[in-house]
């Protein structure tokens, strides 16, 4: 399957406001079966689908040797793989205990359980910016990410209402930093749903799933969508707005938010 | 807590090796246990704990408001944080068939059951490569990248024997995409212990994890290490590289096969 998709946005330069068209990258949910049970939804670029279960369970101890691995049965059109492995109750004992769920990386099932309740979760939020305004908060997003600056090793992830930056948090992983937004203002009563969440990282499904689920209008990163966060942003009424950097910006989504 | 560590690692820049004390980010497991059970182990930065504690169980559906959370205790020094929300019953049933296991983004349990077995698996390799073909193979990592290119949106990861680019593989998730090299490696019965890792991504410890399994001596990146990969690196004997653009790069453990 081809692992990207064309897409038109709009394209802000230099005060100039274009429609183009665009390649981004798709996000395909795989889920592995394993000896007839489902075990996770991996969000992953849909090319050696066969190579990432087998990695992925040799990775995770429910295979050691190639030996291991029986049978593979991929379906790309379902999005699923079945993996028959040998040693099946000793591989699965392994595990035992050792379940947990997952917002992970790209991996488990929240993007399920919350898909279903995406249609009656239009964001209807009235917030507008222009896009001076989004460029100068970048800057200052960039400038305030001290800790990426000593390291080079963690993403930041901020909320503003397009004038301020309210909360401002920090975190090796892309969805501690976004949690960390969420958790405080919730824990101190800041609103959600008239606030940008300007993130360091890419706009995967999961992203824009935390941010629809606290009805946030806006997402802003400097780096990429992917194909099912357009998608589900159309949906939504959410704004995506990435490759926010210097002069530039890409608007995917509800660009009436956007006002030049 | 301090989110960043000093360590001493050494740095090749323009053909001269020089001892130099760098700061790197701490990467900090942190267990949540909710009304009693253990539910997850997050892998974060050591920072706003309660509000990441808070904003995962926002997010992850086993509380809505911020009347759901009752009590919460941290402690810091154990790495763990315990919440007790209200409606227990409820927010559990919820989740019911749900729960699936995970190498997610620095969450899960990987790292757990893996960790009591490293110090039965120091990486003994001979393997050594010289700093010119180490820049090199980068150059021509990056240049393979197409699908970043064009979107910029993947990680990218390949396997090599210091020379050629053995496996190739790019994916929207960091993990996804060495678990596609191993999964091919081990597929097509390429051999791992006498091969580099290289990744476009970060490098923490479930990353080094995937390698240390498959006693794969070497591990470069363009981006930064966290603090406990190169304490983890230390007691494998896996050389942990960083940095590695244009004619510098930092060594920061088993800096012995990197030979000038």
Known sequence: MEPIEKIWMKRYENEVLADIEDTVIKEYPLTI???GEE?????????????????????????????????IKTDETQGIIAVETRKKSELIKKLSGKRTITTGCGKGTTFYH???????RIVKSSFEISPLEVLDLMKRFNKASELFQATGGVHSACLSDGKEI?????DIGRHNAID????EAIWTGTSLNDKILITSGRISSEILIKAAKREIPMIISRSAPTN?????????????????????????????????
Chains 1, 2 share one sequence.
């Not at 704004?239 to 006002?259: D, E, K, L, P, S």
């Open 39 to 71: 075990l996770i939804t991996l969000l992953c670029s849909p090319n050696a689908l066969n190579y990432l279960a087998i990695g992925f369970l040799l990775s995770e101890g429910f295979a050691v040797v190639k030996e291991d691995i029986l049978e």
């Open 114 to 120: 919350v898909i279903d309740s995406f249609h009656s």
């Open 33 to 35: 079966f394993l000896n």
């Open 180 to 183: 960390k937004i969420i958790g």
């Open 166 to 170: 309210h909360l401002f948090h920090e």
């Open 228 to 260: 099912l966060v357009i998608q589900l942003g159309n949906e939504l009424g959410i704004t995506i707005i990435g490759f926010a950097r210097g002069n530039r910006m890409n608007i995917y989504t509800a660009a009436h938010r956007v006002q030049c």
